[in-house]
């Protein structure tokens, strides 16, 4: 019995959209915020271990260009310091929300 | 295949040159040589030594990774020197009674040594050497390049 | 909490390495044309063995038993190089192979040094939080 359910149809397109249209409950807008910190987090993460594993190649006279190497430690280094400051960003608008008298 | 391919294969091809070098001179110096080698109670002459270029084969993990889909084909290792062997043409008889290895007719065997040929061999070692160490510079330049990515 | 990885101690191997192998290239180099020298090398090997974390304990039965060595201070190893044809003076130099080696390992180090000090930014960028 393959019915795909209507609501189950609706709710994939509503998630398409909420990327695009701002979300309707501020707990949805929560939830894709962190998911969206999270998966830049990992990226952050993958892209250093990737660096890593390159790194070591090339120390040990392994099967790797230099480019790649080079241009994977860029990439990391760049992926974290956008990071960085967007933590920073968010945490000054944080605090800007806070010093707000009520 | 590390990131010094390049530079090990003109290695060796500098390598293969200088001793293609090295048996040219040999040969040039010895152009006059008649007491070469004892053989029978007899001296011979010098022979012509000449070398034998043959490409070093692709190691077994360079197959391997080629196979396993790790590498996209196998570059090749560079040249070696296989063996030198002795040039088999005729020695050059010249007529000369008064030389002490003059043989009953008078007539002197000498090296099948061609200084002409020699000067042509040598022209080519040393274009030969040049040409690789202009590739060994522009891979080194490569390399040097790679390492200012992102300064 | 390990402040430097092992990517770093890995690359402290590979600059030890390098920098006995320029030694070593330097002294083959001086000494071409010197009769019955024969060309040293430099062992890749146990310059990465610290750097693998090899730490075999040795099984003591018996409390007198002597303990392995120390591998982590392994310093890479010096041997005498026996893939180079001999010279008539015993002297078996090749000298495009020390001068291609001069250039491999000129560019290794430069590597190596750039990839260590991108190591130390990073961590130092992460330390003091993008100020």
Redesign the interface.
């Known amino acids: 019995m393959n019915k795909i359910s209507i609501p189950a149809a609706s709710q994939i397109f509503q998630s398409n959209n909420t990327k695009i249209m701002p979300s309707s409950t501020p707990y949805e807008a929560q939830k894709s915020f962190a998911s969206v910190l999270k998966n830049s987090i990992e990226k952050v993460n993958d892209a250093q271990f990737q660096s890593d594993q390159l790194t070591n190649k090339l120390a040990k006279g392994g099967n790797v260009d230099l480019h790649e190497v080079m241009i994977a430690s860029q990439k990391a280094s760049v992926t974290l310091q956008a990071t960085i400051e967007i933590r920073n960003k968010v945490i000054e608008a944080y605090q800007e929300v806070m010093r707000m008298q009520v | 295949?590390?990131?010094?391919h390049s530079?090990?294969n003109?290695?060796s091809a500098?390598?293969a040159q200088?001793?293609r070098m090295d048996v040219i001179s040999s040969n040039m110096s010895n152009v006059d040589s008649t007491r070469a080698k004892l053989v029978n109670g007899e001296w011979q002459p010098y022979r012509r030594k000449t070398v034998v270029l043959q490409p070093k084969e692709g190691s077994f993990s360079n197959f391997l990774?080629v196979a396993m889909n790790?590498?996209d084909g196998v570059a090749g290792n560079g040249v070696k020197v296989s063996r030198v062997v002795e040039d088999e043409t005729p020695f050059k008889l010249v007529f000369d009674p008064e030389h002490p290895d003059a043989d009953e007719n008078g007539y002197v065997e000498l090296p099948n040594v061609d200084p002409l040929r020699e000067m042509v061999d040598l022209i080519s070692a040393t274009r030969s050497y040049e040409a690789n160490v202009t590739v060994?510079n522009a891979s080194?330049g490569m390399?040097?390049k790679?390492?200012e990515?992102?300064k | 909490m390990k402040l430097f990885s092992n990517t770093i101690s890995t690359l402290e191997s590979a600059l030890n390495y390098s920098s006995t192998k320029q030694k070593v290239i330097s002294q083959n180099i001086s000494n071409v044309d010197t009769p019955n020298y024969k060309a040293k090398d430099v062992s890749f090997k146990t310059a990465f063995e610290s750097a693998l974390n090899t730490t075999i304990a040795a099984n003591k039965t018996d409390q007198r038993h002597y303990d392995f060595k120390g591998i982590s201070q392994r310093r890479p190893g010096i041997t005498i190089r026996k893939d180079t044809a001999y010279n008539h003076n015993g002297n078996n130099v090749d000298l495009d192979k020390e001068m291609s080696d001069l250039a491999t390992n000129q560019i290794y180090y430069n590597a190596v040094i750039e990839r260590i000090s991108g190591k130390f930014n990073t961590l130092q960028t992460v330390i003091r939080g993008g100020k």
């Open positions: 295949m590390t990131i010094f530079i090990n003109s290695a500098l390598t200088r001793l990774n790790r590498q060994l080194k390399l040097m790679a390492l990515i992102g």
